[in-house]
């Protein structure tokens, strides 16, 4: 009878182990593969990646089928916080799998392309291959990506609306740039199982997003972010990015008000998008209006205060003058403006377009000889209403990222705290500080991305032209290449040059 029970007990042993090993080698999804904490329930998520966990998807572009495998729904963090944005999408040229080559690329050479969809700073899901999400006639940068050989690596965020059941908001500052660190993370952690060279990283992002990846490559592996990406669980990895593609970044939040007022000072009308939510999504409309008479006296207090931060960054242009502002707000830095519509103009007209009704310019010969500045300004429109960024009433998109897990909205600069009319808090400074590159470029203990890609549209509106030419000044005056262009006639917006941003990726991923 004992030797029954023994036999028995062997039996369920031997049944129970064997259940383990044939559902070890189950492919679950990312949300599948997690094992709860004994202590509090909470469920931890693998950093492994898993590549059996594929499907194979084709997509057409230019009469050419594109064959992938598709890792999708990836969480990229031990300890997600939501996992609707904490996941990756990534997409491996099918051709790595059989020994093959893409173009001038193999498995073990590919760059990796990493987009981001933040717009507004709201949080962004994971893309992917597929068209343009504003122009459906187009293919968006990830599949262009994808039939170069990029493998494509896209990861969603966290963003200042983001809540957990209970209401408690998980997205505010500095969540979103901890959360692309993290999918960096995820991708060095896995170098040695994913196709793609994870040393030849390059991001890409489109406003909020160009902003965020603006700081993914300016703040690489530096230890003020720790503390956030520890709490996440992310892997113990770099999280540095080789090169940074940013269209229209909204950057530089701490001091975009008073560059706004230094530009547009003195055009008080005002023509802006309006979003309103209604039952059949977000509904987008014009808005046009005048500003108030304390929103012109908050413009020109703010106007003033920017020659003095403009001189404080000791900027200079490639021959070594430097970029000065007098108290009136005029100087170098103004000329240093201005060179750069007067080269986006130039490249129109020798493209063939025609100038001539544009009475701001002057052209003799078929050369862009000068441009009336304050008549350009003009041309290009006031958007925002003062204050732009730090809203006395808290209403903008970036109080709201700069709340907290209770607080809503909070001010983020000393000027909107002390004219708040509602009374708002200051965001904590180190928290100010995560959120913009300028703090980080350059410094010590911190990897600074080498090669940059900078856009800003020559009638984009959505920030001064000042902030994205102080970024990449900085940059360059700090030894870094940049490549960056004023496109003509062209507004907010991202991804309108993909022959231009590729052709521009394959030059600098072949560096040595």
């Not at 504003?134 to 200042?160: I, T």
């Not at 692309?180 to 793609?196: H, S, T």
């Not at 060179?339 to 078929?366: M, N, P, Y």
């Not at 940059?475 to 309108?496: I, M, R, T």
Request: glycine letters at 8%.
């Amino acid at each position: 009878m004992k030797n029954l029970k023994r036999i028995m007990s062997n039996l369920l042993l031997a049944f129970l182990v064997l259940s383990l090993l044939l559902i070890g080698n189950v492919s679950f999804p990312a949300s599948a593969a997690s094992v709860p904490t004994a202590s509090n329930g909470a469920r931890e998520y693998s950093l492994t990646f898993n590549p059996d966990n594929y499907v194979v998807k084709t997509f057409t572009l230019n009469n050419k089928t594109i064959s992938c495998r598709a890792y999708e729904n990836i969480v990229y963090v031990k300890k997600p916080v939501d996992i609707k944005y904490e996941v990756m999408n990534i997409y491996v040229p099918e051709e790595y799998y059989q020994g093959k080559s893409v173009g001038a690329y193999s498995a073990g050479t590919a760059p990796i392309f990493l987009p981001n969809e933040v717009g507004g700073y709201m949080p962004g899901e994971p893309g992917g291959p597929g068209m343009d999400r504003m122009n459906k006639d187009k293919p968006n940068a990830a599949l262009v990506a994808l039939s170069k050989g990029y493998v494509v690596a896209a990861p969603g965020a966290r963003g200042r609306t983001t809540q957990n059941d209970v209401g408690i908001y998980t997205g505010k500052a500095p969540a979103c740039i901890v959360d692309l660190k993290a999918a960096v993370r995820y991708l060095r952690y896995n170098a040695k199982r994913l196709p793609g060279d994870t040393e030849k990283i390059i991001s890409n992002g489109t406003s909020a997003g160009g902003a965020l990846s603006a700081l993914l490559g300016a703040t690489g592996n530096n230890k003020d972010y720790e503390p956030y990406l520890q709490a996440i669980g992310a892997a113990a990895a770099r999280d540095d990015v080789y090169a940074a593609s940013c269209y229209c970044p909204i950057t530089n939040l701490d001091n975009a008000d008073i560059a706004y007022e230094w530009y547009f000072n003195g055009i008080n009308n005002f023509s802006r998008m309006a979003m309103t939510m209604t039952p059949g999504g977000m509904q987008r409309s014009m808005e046009n209006g005048t500003m108030t008479a304390n929103q012109i006296e908050c413009s020109n207090e703010l106007k003033k205060m920017f020659p003095k931060y403009l001189n404080s960054l000791d900027l200079k242009t490639s021959a070594g003058n430097s970029l000065t502002l007098a108290n009136n707000g005029t100087g170098s830095f103004t000329e240093y403006i201005k060179s750069f519509v007067l080269a986006s103009a130039q490249q129109a007209l020798e493209r063939g377009a025609d100038l001539s009704g544009l009475s701001w310019l002057t052209i003799k010969d078929g050369i862009v000889k000068n441009i009336d500045f304050d008549q350009y300004v003009r041309y290009v429109k006031r958007m925002k209403p003062t204050t732009a960024f730090d809203g006395l009433d808290l209403n903008n998109g970036e109080n709201d990222l700069f709340g907290t897990k209770t607080i809503p909205a909070q001010h983020f600069t000393q000027f909107g705290k002390d004219h708040s009319t509602v009374k708002g808090s200051l965001a904590k400074a180190a928290v100010i500080k995560l959120m913009n590159p300028m703090n980080y470029i350059a410094t010590q203990g911190t990897a600074t991305a080498r090669y940059w890609r900078i856009r800003h549209g020559a009638i984009d509106s959505d920030t001064t032209l000042a902030v994205p030419v102080i970024l990449a000044t900085k940059l360059k005056n700090s030894g870094y290449v940049v490549d960056f262009a004023v496109p003509w006639q062209q507004g907010h917006g991202g991804d309108y040059d993909l022959d231009e941003l590729f052709a521009w990726i394959a030059s600098v991923a072949t560096v040595k």
